[in-house]
């Protein structure tokens, strides 16, 4: 069925040839008097618009959604992610194309057209109650005690949901109630079933979209609930870059760019490492293995103040930069001391432990960094663990070693349990050591 459109006729329940709805009974009430603005365009996915909310505030869904100018545009079509981080889309009106607005595009809201719900709720007061003569109720955190407070945020939701669909169906029977007899009965029951319908899917979103732990798109979640999965896989698919050629180097950001050079000097060191192995007569090759890493903790270091100074974020940047740390800072140390002569069954034991030690400590930060305790400009105050750029204090310490001539036979301290399984050079524990440094949870350091 076609909510309130126009001046154009409803034909959906005529039957013949020339039985067409009335289209003139069928009036707009027009945009409202004041819109205020509700979020800016991201990207067009399967025609729909897909906008990240500025408003404090969130949506009814089927909201009519204008430009500044009040042209409609399209109605509110689902609301997806945190409550205090909200993405909606626009399911688009007849003759408005999605990818006709570019990023940054705004789009504005009627007042009336709001639930009382801010985004960024106040901290619970005592019991989880609220005071007497509050305007508005407020969104508590959900904790095991009380989860009472959310399931009733969800039923105000649900309720909102419901009476927008109520109020745009009977404005669509009262459309045809000038018809005969006979379809009139037809477009009471056709639109009863589509309130069962519609009530029911926006059900099903609330719960899916509401119920979501709350951290931004780009952090992983925790949640197993078969809701929380379905809801994750719809924000992957509404956020996911728009399609075309060459498309996710186009919408990689500058201080990504930059976060790719890092990976690319610990890969750089991983191949003259190999180098150095194949020609070892020859030290130009370990140098270089050596020196391209510090190159990588610069990369490493600009690319998030590249971030704040643009001030971009991307989903995937706190992913790139894991990524290449690890490369940079975890394989390539490892297999620079391989190639220095740590190359016993019990050595490989070793360097496998402190690589697998900074994966660990990397994909810990991605999951704990929401939570830390932030400063005034939104950084950690602190480190659990020494953060694996750190790791180039070895590498520095490998480089004393190339140029005293301490390599291969020649490492400090030799080997121990020689000629047995367990033979091993004393000074890969130092690896070991710096790996347990960086799982550490009791550790803190400031950061700079």
């Known amino acids: 069925m076609s909510f309130r459109g126009g001046g154009r006729g409803r034909g959906g329940f005529a039957s013949g040839a020339n039985r067409g709805g009335r289209g003139g009974y069928q009036q707009s009430f027009g945009p409202p008097a004041e819109v205020l603005e509700m979020g800016s365009f991201m990207h067009a996915c399967e025609g729909e618009i897909v906008c990240e909310s500025i408003n404090p505030k969130i949506p009814y869904f089927n909201a009519p959604i204008y430009l500044e100018n009040k042209t409609p545009v399209g109605k509110v079509d689902e609301v997806l992610g945190p409550i205090n981080q909200v993405y909606f889309t626009i399911k688009p009106q007849e003759g408005i194309v999605a990818t006709s607005f570019k990023s940054g595009d705004k789009f504005y809201i009627g007042g009336d057209k709001l639930l009382p719900l801010e985004k960024h709720p106040p901290v619970a007061k005592s019991g989880n109650q609220l005071e007497a003569g509050e305007e508005h109720p407020e969104v508590v955190a959900e904790d095991e005690e009380h989860p009472e407070v959310v399931h009733e945020v969800a039923v105000e939701l649900l309720v909102a949901s419901a009476a927008e669909v109520v109020v745009q169906v009977l404005l669509e029977v009262v459309a045809v109630s000038h018809e005969e007899g006979s379809e ?33 798109p780009s952090e992983p979640s925790t949640g197993n609930g078969v809701g929380g999965d379905v809801s994750q896989e719809k924000q992957k698919s509404l956020l996911q870059a728009e399609k075309g050629h060459f498309t996710m180097v186009r919408t990689l950001h500058l201080a990504d760019l930059i976060t790719e050079l890092n990976g690319f000097c610990g890969f750089m060191s991983v191949l003259s490492s190999m180098r150095y192995l194949s020609e070892p007569e020859s030290l130009n090759n370990i140098w270089f293995a050596l020196a391209f890493m510090p190159f990588g903790l610069f990369f490493d270091f600009m690319d998030g103040r590249v971030a704040r100074w643009r001030k971009k974020s991307s989903l995937m940047g706190q992913e790139l930069d894991s990524l290449a740390d690890l490369i940079s800072f975890g394989v390539a140390p490892a297999v620079a001391a391989f190639a220095l002569g740590m190359r016993t069954l019990a050595d490989h034991l070793f360097l496998s432990f402190f690589v697998l030690c900074g994966l660990t400590r990397l994909a810990r930060f991605n999951v704990t960094a929401a939570v830390l305790p932030k400063d005034k400009s939104g950084k950690s105050k602190y480190f659990e663990g020494t953060p694996i750029p750190t790791s180039l204090s070895i590498a520095s ?16 301290y030799g080997t121990v349990l020689q000629d047995s399984v367990l033979e091993f050079h004393p000074v890969v524990l130092l690896f070991a050591v710096w790996g347990c440094l960086m799982v550490s949870k009791t550790l803190r350091i400031p950061k700079p």
């Open 397 to 412: 310490l490998m480089a004393y070693w190339v140029s005293q001539g301490w390599i291969h036979e020649n490492l400090p």
């Open 184 to 216: 009139l009965v037809e477009a009471l029951a056709v639109a009863s079933v589509d309130v069962v319908k519609i009530f029911f899917r926006k059900l099903l979103t609330n719960i899916m979209s509401r119920r979501t732990p709350s951290h931004s």
